[in-house]
């Protein structure tokens, strides 16, 4: 393998593939960032065994040759020395070359590197894209559906499965689910008619692939397209892929979980509800579960309250627009309350109660893709 | 060793049995392979899993040269996950490791293998928790479990897996092989008894380090015969010199069992079984010194001093206080 490339470039790449590389790998190869060339380019590997992120530098771009003399060729080299070297290299090209002996040269100025790398056959090889399984989502909207839902995926591992998000397409439907089994949120968006064809189920990607992908993802308008193999999920924007391993196991159906009628509904400002939550929780920490009580007044008012004997007691009250049906008591967690609030964007927020007991669905107001399902405490 | 063929060679009905299935594609998701030290599980094992991984494999039999294969070799494969003890023992973390990557989908298929060398030395914490996941199964999951304790193993535990017992090594088949090789008769016993498979066997008849610790064996011994005096002395000037450290220890003590097993072997007239054949005459000198009664308690202060040995009883002490027992 040989090439001279631009250093800035590589830098780059190599940033990008390190976010991937974890120094506490089971397979010593993993310590290792994989480097392929071959005639259209240089492309850069690094994994986890969990994610992998390959970095490709196109071998020239908008008529800008970013990479010449490429022969073909891959190596594994160590991750802990290759990008300090690159780094601090002296001039602004780099060339690269290796051997036989999985020996790589690096020649820059005057300095000269040899380096002890594996072969890149030892590397896992990751799985080759698709295209007939694939879809393209706009960067911003993949964030927001990341943010909607990764926030409710279980943190413990008693059951692995929750501890991912639920990825389903049918009918051109998008649907994500996340859930601990005390809350719920989902999200639904329409893709454009071309998918109408493409179903997807029981896809079910780790919570920490897309807290990861999240920052991964830059905000910008270009859009981002997400296929799936048989054991992988792949994120492909121009120049990076994003793979993750998937959850192993079937997703709990949660569609029946979701009441369809409601004895108490309320519309409220979504800040103001918030807030008061927000400030209520301040006593209710102490306590075990973070509960706060809430309870419908006369005149459109809500009582949101908290008691703890040891610390004190609080009461708030929101003026809220609109409560119609049953009167209600019903406690609930607090910061779940919380966590489902702040994702949403909208002014107003509608709530649907049936009962003390039974579940209860946050809605923004005018907006049909976002549902959340919080379990009531029982509490004397 | 390399093929399954090789290996039937030491462990023929495990390794039938373990083809067979292969062949027929019934692979249980467990299997517990015990025997003793140097019978082959490891190699078993990791043959067992390039069997399940390898891309070009014909008759249950793997090509050994797919990537697959190379790489089960450098331990570089990804779905293959080998849990050594961590320390003295297998700890719980490692075993929640393990269970997190079985709730992912497997790196680049869905086939998955777990290996798990010295099980006896998982924690009972750690044992517990592989039993949640060795009774719920995810399909295309195996697990072999490789031990020389058989009995500290979970009962729970070895009702979930297909056992494999690794028949103990045969030391006449060793013994022929190295003297078809040219080594001589009362040699070729000797390192078939006190080695563990073939290639060590060979390694020790080049080994200067081992033929001076035999001879330091029948030193000792003449010496304990003739004045007791000195044998405290010898003991602390030449046998601690060449026997430096707990291996070599254990393995120095073992050799004079193997000394005193002889003895008894000659005075019930057993003298096929004998293992310092080169030593005839001063086996039987000894039998002048030491009676069979005599014998049977040396043996049993050399297992108490392997004993105290494992639990970091200093080595000069043990020594010291083995010769005196073993002076009559």
């Keep these: 393998m040989k090439f001279v490339i631009q250093r800035d470039l590589l830098i780059e790449s190599i940033q ?20 392929e060339a071959n005639s259209s380019g240089i492309k850069l590997t690094g994994s986890d065994s969990d994610i992998s992120i390959e970095s490709f530098i196109p071998k020239e771009e908008d008529g800008i040759i970013n990479i010449e003399e490429i022969e073909q060729g891959s190596i594994v080299v160590q991750a802990k020395y290759f990008p300090d070297i690159i780094r601090k290299l002296p001039l602004n090209t780099v060339e690269i070359k290796t051997d036989d002996q999985f020996q790589m040269t690096i020649l820059s100025g005057g300095s000269e590197f040899h380096l002890n790398g594996q072969d890149a056959a030892e590397y896992p090889q990751l799985p080759v894209l698709r295209t007939e399984n694939s879809f393209d989502l706009k960067n911003d909207l993949l964030k927001d559906l990341i943010r909607q839902t990764v926030f409710a995926v279980s943190t413990v591992e008693t059951r692995p499965i929750l501890t991912g998000v639920n990825m389903q397409i049918n009918n051109a439907e998008l649907n994500l689910v996340a859930t601990d089994s005390h809350r719920l949120a989902t999200v639904t968006v329409q893709l454009p008619d071309d998918y109408l064809n493409l179903s997807f189920n029981n896809i079910v990607i780790p919570g920490k692939t897309l807290v990861e992908l999240n920052k991964i993802i830059e905000d910008n308008e270009n859009s981002i397209s997400i296929s799936v193999t048989e054991n992988q999920i792949l994120f492909q924007t121009e120049h990076l892929n994003f793979l993750s391993r998937l959850l192993d196991g079937n997703y709990p159906e949660t569609s029946r979980l979701i009441p369809d009628q409601s004895k108490t509904e309320v519309l409220t400002k979504t800040k103001s509800l918030l807030q008061a939550i927000d400030r209520a929780s301040l006593l209710a920490k102490e306590n075990r579960n973070n509960v ?89 | 060793m390399k093929t399954w063929d090789a290996l039937s060679e030491i462990q023929p009905i495990a390794v039938n049995m373990l083809k067979q299935m292969i062949i027929k594609q019934r692979v249980a998701h467990a299997y517990l392979i015990y025997g003793d030290k140097g019978t082959g599980k490891a190699m078993l094992g990791l043959m067992l899993a390039k069997s399940l991984f390898c891309q070009n494999k014909h008759g249950g039999e793997p090509c050994l040269a797919c990537v697959n294969c190379r790489r089960i070799d450098s331990g570089n494969h990804p779905d293959l996950h080998w849990i050594r003890p961590d320390g003295a023992s297998i700890k719980k973390e490692q075993i929640a490791h393990l269970q997190k990557e079985f709730t992912y989908t497997g790196l680049e298929s869905n086939q998955k293998v777990y290996l798990i060398t010295q099980a ?28 020389e304790n058989y009995q500290s193993i979970l009962d729970t535990i070895k009702s979930r897996c297909q056992i494999i017992s690794l028949k103990p090594l045969v030391t006449q088949r060793v013994q022929t092989r190295l003297e078809s090789e040219g080594i001589s008769k009362e040699n070729a016993r000797l390192f078939a008894s006190v080695s563990q498979n073939l290639d060590q066997a060979r390694a020790l008849n080049q080994d200067e380090w081992f033929a001076q610790a035999r001879k330091l064996v029948v030193q000792l011994v003449g010496i304990l015969q003739a004045n007791h005096g000195e044998a405290l002395l010898f003991i602390q000037k030449q046998w601690l010199q060449h026997f430096s450290d707990r291996e070599q220890q254990n393995f120095g003590l073992d050799l004079i069992l193997y000394w005193f097993k002889d003895l008894i072997y000659l005075d019930i007239d057993q003298k096929d079984s004998l293992v310092f054949i080169a030593y005839y005459e001063e086996l039987e000198k000894c039998l002048w010194h030491w009676s069979r009664a005599d014998a049977t308690k040396v043996i049993y202060a050399i297992m108490d001093a392997k004993r105290n040995l494992n639990y970091n009883v200093h080595p000069t002490l043990v020594m010291e206080q083995l010769t005196l027992q073993m002076q009559r």
Aim: hydrophobic residues 40%; without cysteine; negative net charge.
């Design chain 1, 16 to 35: 990008h593939v390190m976010k991937a590389i974890s120094s506490r790998v089971t397979i010593p190869i993993l310590t290792g960032i994989k480097i």
């Design chain 2, 120 to 147: 006896d030395l998982m924690t009972t914490n750690a044992a517990n928790r592989l039993l949640k996941f060795l009774e719920e199964p995810s399909q295309q999951t195996t697990a072999i479990l490789l031990t």
């Design chain 1, 292 to 380: 706060v009580k809430l309870e419908t007044k006369a005149n459109n008012v809500l009582e949101i309250s908290s008691n703890t004997p040891e610390v004190g007691q609080v009461t708030e009250e929101v003026i809220t627009e609109q409560i119609d049906g049953e009167e209600l008591k019903i406690s609930f967690s607090a910061k779940y309350m919380m966590d489902a609030l702040k994702i949403i964007q909208e002014d107003y927020v509608r709530i649907n109660f049936t009962g003390a007991m039974r579940p209860f669905i946050i809605k923004p107001a005018e907006n049909e893709q976002i549902l959340q399902l919080i379990t009531p405490v029982r509490t004397f």
